[in-house]
């Protein structure tokens, strides 16, 4: 899992910087507000951010409610750091869409335990969002075999998207999960094959 560090102070970064990289975990290191946005809004951004409130450029807040605001199939998770404990600035940074909040000077198990909750929390997030992605995906191919379909009133082959015409049973196949094995009914055994006997009766 890769975290994003911002903080202004470089001691406290390298700090942080050292000790999630010995727990296992991947670090992009920021030193200012502005730094951090652009990390989170670039392409494969961090999954969760530990953002300091105070920075130069941008606050972490400020930081926060722009990052919380971009469309991402599982969202940013956010840990606010800061010296602010007040009830009113807890309350400004859940505001802002933080998902925790630790007080510096910080336990470094207190913040272990934060970060794998965030861990599971995303774990969980990521697996609703593949259950979403195969709804949508089933929902299509229902579409597809509900639609009007051309077939031809002779041989009964069906035109598909690309305008060509192929057998019904392979136009099936390819849209459902449906396999076919050919036998052959009553009536055309009477048909094609009246010498042979009829086992129905």
Excluded at 47 to 74: F, I, N, T, Y
Excluded at 110 to 139: C, Y
């Amino acid at each position: 899992m890769k975290i994003l560090i911002a903080e202004d102070d470089f001691t406290s970064r390298m700090m942080l910087e050292a000790v999630l990289e010995e727990w296992g975990y991947e670090t992009v290191s920021v030193g200012d507000g502005r730094a951090a946005w652009e990390v989170l809004r670039g392409e494969k951004p961090p999954q969760v951010a530990l953002l300091d409130w105070e920075m130069p450029e941008l606050k972490g807040v400020e930081v926060c409610r722009r990052a919380k605001a971009l469309v991402r199939s599982v969202p940013l998770y956010v840990i606010l750091l800061t010296i602010r404990g007040s009830k009113e600035d807890i309350l400004e940074g859940f505001d802002c869409g933080a998902d925790d909040y630790v007080t510096k000077p910080f336990d470094n198990r207190e913040l272990q335990a934060r970060i794998r909750a965030a861990q599971k929390m995303l774990g969980i997030q990521e697996s609703l969002a593949k259950k979403v992605r195969e709804l949508a995906d089933a929902l299509e191919h229902i579409k597809t075999l509900q639609g009007i379909l051309p077939i031809c009133m002779h041989c009964h082959k069906i035109r598909n998207d690309d305008q060509a015409w192929e057998r019904l049973e392979a136009y099936i196949q390819d849209h459902s999960e449906a396999r076919f094995s050919h036998s052959i009914c009553p009536e055309c055994l009477k048909k094609y094959y009246p010498d042979m006997p009829n086992f129905d009766k």
